[in-house]
């Protein structure tokens, strides 16, 4: 009798580097065999994850190929559905950049049908929210299409919807970018002035000798207007306290000023009363340099009473992302490019670590018994995570990680190669402390198999299994994870899920599209945490 058994491969077991029989799975990067992300899920990692810096495996050119790919092919299929998703992630800041969601929308508007690409015009406002991200845009569609009738409305409804004060505020703040002035779209646009204030604005940007008010000795009465007017005035200013003074009459930006004033710790003390949240976390570092941000000042107090302000940093769309990256800055005391050092303060140190919590929706924990798994292969420390340098996902996954370990009561933290690797992390230390650990462990080969392995080789009871890793899992010869999953189940008696965590924009994953007990989510969506809690008690 012919033992088939012997020229067919065995669906409980399966090398990681042959695909299981009956599945579709594909080859990854790695050699292996995972399986392929629809279309959609894989467009929500390029929404939040982008493809800066690429990873291990594909450079950024060719993962940034593959991803529009993909977006092309969920615009075909339903356009108005991809402008719903950018929105989602966009407007609820969810990403930790928003330039790929102003790449994705411009690309509808160029490739969508006329009701996709309308769709996309009218959400302009809502994604491109700032100057930038205007110039963004125009620059993306440009290259995709021309500035046909459509086009020309959806970008002067940008200027239109905004009231005068704040059309002057991004006028002034948001100049130009990439080659591109306000000057420009509006002789693009040319949209109708929906108020005096608004005709007034567009012509001191289009023909700026001519607004003889922005000039004149007394300001405006109109708001919009003198606050343009203070504008102009600081860039003759003459002082420090003529500067500091229109700071505080008018609250101009620290983009209005100067950059001769932009050194002085008296102009930045001023700026720091109203600055907006996010250009304060960016700039803790030039306020430490120049003496301002010092142990015990005034200028730490305010820092540390914001930051530590969950609703005010809601409110300003603080990704958690961009707090990682000021830790990182500001925390190792000189630039990323080695310009200037400074002493950085225990107290501001402790406060955005704080904020990196509360940078994340609210969490409810599930009470679920969760093990939680970082991929520390060779594979994870490559690349960065959205564009931060030196973040890579291997530190990224430890700081996700650390959110969870937060919230729930119940937790185990491991982390994987080829093989399982002590890892001496608790909930309660501090976020630069676990990616400082992270970085000093070994690199290895992918074996994504080994926390189901390892929690049933010590008979450790595990409701759910949270895997952070770019799943590109090849090194096992006996079997894959979703088998070892299986077997965990069977022989533990426990019907334990899995969520994957993909921390980067590739198209894989370990979790079987067709096991409801299994789940994607993307790593550093700000709504992951939460999304992982309502899985494991059963409400997705």
């Not at 567009?202 to 007394?218: M, S």
């Not at 250009?279 to 009473?305: F, H, P, Q, Y």
């Not at 729930?408 to 690797?421: A, N």
């Amino acid at each position: 009798m012919a033992n088939y058994l012997k020229n067919v491969l065995n669906t409980k077991q399966t090398p990681q580097n042959q695909p299981i029989p009956g599945t579709h799975q594909v080859a990854n990067s790695a050699g292996g065999y995972s399986f392929a992300l629809d279309n959609w899920k894989r467009l929500q990692r390029f929404l939040v994850l982008g493809s800066e810096g690429g990873t291990y495996y594909i450079n950024e050119k060719a993962l940034t190929v593959e991803n529009a790919n993909n977006l092309l092919a969920c615009i075909d299929e339903d356009g108005q559905r991809v402008v719903r998703e950018i929105v989602a992630i966009s407007a609820a800041g969810r990403a930790p950049k928003n330039d790929t969601a102003i790449f994705a929308l411009a690309l509808v508007a160029a490739k969508g049908n006329l009701v996709a690409r309308q769709a996309a015009l009218a959400a302009l406002p809502e994604v491109c929210r700032t100057g930038t991200h205007l110039f963004q845009f125009a620059g993306y569609v440009q290259t995709f299409r021309g500035w046909g009738r459509a086009l020309r409305k959806g970008m002067a409804n940008w200027y239109q919807t905004r009231d005068g004060r704040g059309l002057a505020y991004q006028v002034i703040k948001y100049r130009q970018r990439d080659g591109w002035t306000h000057t420009d779209t509006l002789r693009l646009a040319h949209p109708k002035p929906v108020t005096g204030t608004h005709g007034a604005i567009y012509k001191w940007i289009t023909q700026a000798d001519e607004a003889t008010w922005a000039r004149d000795i007394t300001p405006p009465e109109d708001g919009a207007l003198a606050f343009i007017w203070a504008f102009e005035q600081v860039q003759k200013a003459q002082d420090v306290a003529t500067v500091i003074k229109l700071i505080e009459a008018y609250d101009l930006p620290r983009e209005a000023l100067p950059t001769q004033w932009l050194n002085d710790a008296a102009v930045w003390e001023a700026l720091l009363v109203k600055m907006p949240l996010t250009a304060m976390i960016r700039n803790l570092g030039v306020m430490a340099k120049i003496g301002l941000l010092t142990a015990l000042s005034d200028a730490e107090d305010v820092v540390l009473k914001r930051l530590g302000d969950a609703d005010l940093l809601r409110k300003a769309r603080i990704h958690p992302i961009a707090v990682v990256s000021a830790l990182r800055i500001y925390g190792q005391g000189r630039g990323m490019r080695g310009d200037g050092q400074w002493t950085p303060t225990p107290r501001v140190i402790d406060a955005l670590d704080n904020a990196f919590y509360k940078a994340f929706q609210n969490v409810e924990p599930a009470n679920q018994r969760m093990m939680l798994a970082l991929d520390v292969s060779g594979s994870m420390a490559g690349g960065n995570v959205a564009g931060v340098p030196g973040l890579t996902p291997r530190d990224a996954s430890a700081a996700m990680a650390l959110v969870t370990a937060k919230t729930e009561p119940r937790y185990s933290m491991v982390s994987f190669q080829d093989k399982i690797v002590p890892l001496n992390i608790s909930a309660n230390m501090r976020l630069d402390d676990v990616t400082k650990l992270t970085q000093g462990l070994p690199f290895g080969a992918t074996d994504c198999a080994q926390p189901m392995i390892y929690a049933l080789a010590n008979k450790i009871k595990v409701d759910m299994f949270v895997i952070y890793t770019d799943s590109e899992t090849w090194f096992n010869p006996q079997m894959h994870p979703v088998q070892a999953l299986a077997e965990y189940r069977e022989k533990m008696g426990i019907t334990a899920k899995l969520v994957v965590v993909g921390m980067t924009s590739n198209g894989f994953t370990i979790a079987d599209p067709n096991d409801a007990g299994m789940m994607d989510v993307v790593g550093f969506d700000s709504a992951a945490p939460q999304v992982i809690s309502n899985f494991a008690r059963g409400e997705i």
